[in-house]
């Protein structure tokens, strides 16, 4: 079974600065990854995803991740963040091209301030 | 396109009341899934559904039943809720990778229950 850690439950970070969330997973066979965004009051949604190929994807609002198989990781990063970012990041993993149940990690919360 | 609706989005219980929250998709999705959110926990898997008629328990299935008559449409029930049942729920779907290799999940806007 799959498993996935998010290593920060809360990130402050000021307006305009970088940011990295950290994903860590465990898995004996290939695997999807996704980070997912929930913004405060609202379900899920998808911000990125890495299924196969390049290493390093792209999401939506600028953010992007990379997957580093031999350190079983998908940290998220942005340049440059805006107030608009707070909300819940969520890690998920599934095994690839054959997994119906995701693992969710606990999720971490980006507080951006003025 | 909707995509997935849940209702109702709000509700307050008194322990030992029963009720059922609806989750409806339209894009076809063979999985449907539960799931309950609260603080520091994440998301957990109540219950999921691999296609019309089939069920199947999550992570944290006690309390809670479901069912899936149409393919559209999944439903979760409280029997008898508590107030360790107090929580945001969320319903998701997917198609399997071999119809639709995408692999990520489709959620609703949530239901907030609360069990006094």
């Known amino acids: 079974a799959q498993s996935v850690t998010q290593l920060d439950s809360q990130v402050p970070v000021f307006e305009e600065a970088p940011v990295e969330l950290r994903c860590n997973y465990s898995?004996?066979?290939?695997?999807?990854l996704f980070w997912y965004v929930q913004y405060p009051n609202q379900g899920l949604q998808l911000l990125l995803k890495?299924?196969?190929?390049?290493?390093l994807v792209k999401g939506i609002n600028g953010f992007e991740a990379e997957f580093n198989k031999s350190q079983t990781s998908f940290h998220l990063r942005k340049p440059s963040v805006h107030i608009s970012d707070t909300a819940e990041y969520f890690c998920a993993v599934s095994l690839a091209g054959g997994s119906y149940i995701p693992t969710f990690g606990r999720g971490t919360s980006l507080i951006v301030h003025p | 396109n909707a995509g997935v609706t849940q209702t109702p989005k709000f509700r307050v219980l008194k322990t030992g009341q029963s009720m059922t929250l609806l989750c409806a998709q339209d894009?076809?999705?063979?999985?449907m899934y539960w799931y309950r959110q609260d603080p520091g926990m994440g998301l957990r898997l109540i219950h999921y559904s691999v296609g019309e008629g089939t069920t199947a328990k999550g992570e944290v299935p006690d309390g809670y039943n479901v069912s899936r008559l149409k393919k559209q449409n999944f439903l979760l029930g409280l029997e008898s809720a508590a107030p360790s049942q107090t929580s945001v729920y969320f319903c998701?779907?997917?198609?399997?990778?071999?119809?639709?290799?995408?692999?990520?999940?489709?959620f609703g806007e949530g239901s907030r229950l609360t069990v006094l």
């Open positions: 890495y299924l196969s190929g390049s290493t």
């Open positions: 898995s004996s066979v290939s695997v999807y």
């Open positions: 894009m076809n999705h063979e999985y």
């Open positions: 998701a779907s997917k198609n399997p990778d071999y119809i639709a290799n995408t692999g990520e999940l489709f």
